[in-house]
T-cell receptor, first 117, second 108 residues
Framework: GAVVSQHPSWVICKSGTSVKIECRSL??????MFWYRQFPKQSLMLMAT?????????EQGVEKDKFLINHASLTLSTLTVTSAHPEDSSFYIC?????????????FGPGTRLTVL | DAKTTQPTSMDCAEGRAANLPCNHS???????VYWYRQIHSQGPQYIIH???NNETNEMASLIITEDRKSSTLILPHATLRDTAVYYC?????????FGSGTRLQVQP
């Protein structure tokens, strides 16, 4: 299947700093990518939809000024957690659909584990 | 997107078939049934999806009832590496919405 990568795979940062996570589709182009967050023992929760060439759309309750999303190209989306706090510690996962049409396949990255001290 | 209902957990003996059920009684005509699994601390892995016909690939088979209100994912010969949380999701175009899934434990 198609490959989606994330970088870094894990990061530890101090409270108040910003962290950037990259999501790349390696062998296909993605005009849309999705960002999810997963807390321990919970399921994945959709945070936002990243759109190439336009603003991201955020799910209810997700602060757009805290979680900055930039879809820089057809193969790259970045999520920046600004002024991170311990409650932002989580497993962040991106995904990309192969076409965006009904019935397409969506592939996930391996995830980035963020720990804020 | 339609809601799905899955058992919380299941056990399966290694080498036997694992049959994971999913109810999606409110599925609409243009919604596909997707199956993913997540092994601990990894991103979800795509398994299979279908609209109304049964599907098979190298990983699994997907059986969808004629009324499309339920489906079953079949892992024909489960191995210890198949121990994971399995998610059944119905969607048309938007992002996948994850429920709680079924925790499958393959026993040696």
């Amino acid at each position: 299947g198609a490959v989606v990568s994330q970088h870094p795979s894990w990061v530890i940062c101090k409270s108040g700093t910003s962290v950037k996570i990259e999501c790349r589709s390696l062998d296909f182009q993605a005009t849309t990518m999705f960002w999810y967050r997963q807390f321990p023992k919970q399921s994945l929760m959709l945070m936002a939809t990243s759109n190439e060439g336009s603003k991201a759309t955020y799910e209810q309750g997700v602060e757009k000024d805290k979680f900055l999303i930039n879809h820089a190209s057809l193969t790259l989306s970045t999520l920046t957690v600004t002024s991170a706090h311990p409650e932002d510690s989580s497993f962040y996962i991106c995904s990309a659909p192969t076409s965006g049409r009904a019935g397409d396949t969506q592939y996930f990255g391996p995830g980035t584990r963020l720990t804020v001290l | 997107d339609a809601k799905t209902t899955q058992p919380t957990s299941m056990d399966c003996a290694e080498g036997r078939a694992a049959n994971l059920p999913c109810n999606h009684s409110t599925i609409s005509g243009n919604e596909y049934v997707y199956w993913y699994r997540q092994i601990h601390s990894q991103g979800p892995q795509y398994i299979i999806h279908g609209l109304k016909n049964n599907e098979t690939n190298e990983m699994a088979s997907l059986i969808i009832t004629e009324d499309r209100k339920s489906s079953t994912l079949i892992l024909p010969h489960a191995t210890l590496r198949d121990t994971a949380v399995y998610y059944c999701i119905v969607k048309d175009r938007r992002a996948l919405t994850f429920g709680s899934g079924t925790r499958l434990q393959v026993q040696p």
